[in-house]
Every structure is written in C-alpha cells, then in structure tokens.
C-alpha cells in the first residue's frame, strides 16, 4: 500500500515537445505529492509539488496534474528542452508516513 | 547558502567491512534524512534525525545505523559490508520534521561499492 507506480521508465521527445509521466498511489492518507528531478552526478533537486486539495499546479514549464478519486498524478513538461533530459521521480508522503516513498523514475531524453 | 554535503564522495570497501559517511546539512536546517539509491530499487527510505533523536526508520537489518549531533550534522554506518549495500546513499535535510512538511534538499551522494 505505500508503493508509488511511475511510468514509463523512459521517455524519448523531440525538442519543444510534450513529455508527460504518471504516478499512481494506493495510500489515500498520502497529502505531499512532490516531483524531483535527477541529473547524472547528482542528487534529486525538487521540481514541483502539489498537495490534494488543487488538481492542477503549474510552475514555468512543468505542471502537476492530480486525479484524487483515481489516486494519480502526472507531470506535464511543455516544450521540452534537451537540458530537461534527466531522471524525474515522483514521490509521496503524509504527516503520519514520515518517509518519501519513490516511484521508480522516468528517464527522459530530449533530442535537439 | 551552501548545500548539503556529503563526504567522501566514493568509496571502495570490501565485504564484511563498515563504513561511514558524513553529512553536513544546509545551516539551519534541524531535520537529517538518508537515503539509498540503486538501480534495482530505486531510492530508499533509511531513516531520519531531528535534534540528535532518530525520528523514523525504513526497513533495513540492524546493520544500517545512524547518528546526529548537536550541530545537525550526521553520520550513517554500515556495518558488516554486503555486496548488495553497493549503492549511492543520499542525504537530504530540511527546516521541519517530516517531509510533507517542505522541501527536502538532497546532497550529491556518496558512492558506495563493496567488494
């Protein structure tokens, strides 16, 4: 029950593309759906988060869209760049779970 | 602002070893978390430190353990070195207890392979 779903676990998009990856949860106590994005070398920086009381939230380029009665979310990347190729993980957590628990990643490839 | 820093960077340890890795938290930043990463299970909860007390643990052996000091800085052992440990271990910390409660900001890692 606490296990995060991601898919695809690649991604290839020609430059000024749509990428788009999904999560799916089971825990309905989860409230922090955060999304992290991971270059070779690197640790997960924070990319964009979104609690469930808003089904949408959009920063720059990126956009979380969140599907409560589904248990999904996905992450929107518009006009995609080749310095966007990177590792995104989705996560999820509550105030009682006190862990981030993971999706699998996406390993998103932009071509110029 | 620095970020979170972790040494060393890589290591090589042999099987039946311990090891050590350090991280120094952004300043002011109270709450420690580890994490370990593979390529066959992803990125996994160790456990986390708030004000020198371990607050939370995932589901790893004994083996695994943890401290933090006054200063917020923390360090994680392995002991007994499996060739299964070899992993990038990540700590992240942030301002409050929890991680829904803000961001965690994540380290570079530190590269383990056992031998």
């Known amino acids: 029950q606490q296990q995060v779903k991601q898919s695809p676990q690649s991604l290839i998009v020609q430059k000024g593309g749509i990428s788009i990856i999904n999560c799916a949860y089971e825990n309905t106590a989860f409230d922090y759906f955060p999304w992290y994005q991971q270059f070779p070398g690197k640790g997960p920086a924070l990319l964009i988060a979104i609690r469930p009381d808003v089904s949408e939230k959009k920063e720059g380029r990126f956009t979380i869209s969140f599907n409560k009665s589904a248990k999904q979310f996905s992450l929107h990347i518009m006009d995609s760049q080749p310095g966007d190729s990177a590792t995104y993980f989705c996560?999820?957590?509550?105030?009682?779970?006190?862990?981030?628990?993971f999706g699998s990643g996406t390993q998103l490839t932009v071509l110029p | 602002k620095a970020g979170v820093t972790q040494t060393p960077r890589y290591l090589i340890k042999t099987r039946g070893q311990q090891v050590t890795l350090s991280c120094s938290p952004i300043s002011g930043h109270r709450s420690v978390s580890w994490y370990q990463q593979t390529p066959g299970q992803g990125l996994q909860f160790l456990f986390e430190y708030f004000s020198e007390t371990q607050r939370n643990k995932g589901n790893f052996p004994g083996r695994f353990s943890g401290r933090q000091f006054s200063n917020s800085r923390s360090e994680m052992n392995v002991s007994t070195l499996e060739l299964g440990d070899s992993a990038l271990y990540l700590c992240?910390?942030?301002?409050?207890?929890?991680?829904?409660?803000?961001?965690?900001?994540f380290g570079e890692g530190s590269r383990l392979t056992v031998l």
């Open positions: 996560a999820a957590t509550s105030g009682s779970a006190r862990q981030l628990t």
């Open positions: 992240a910390s942030s301002l409050a207890l929890g991680p829904n409660t803000g961001e965690l900001f």
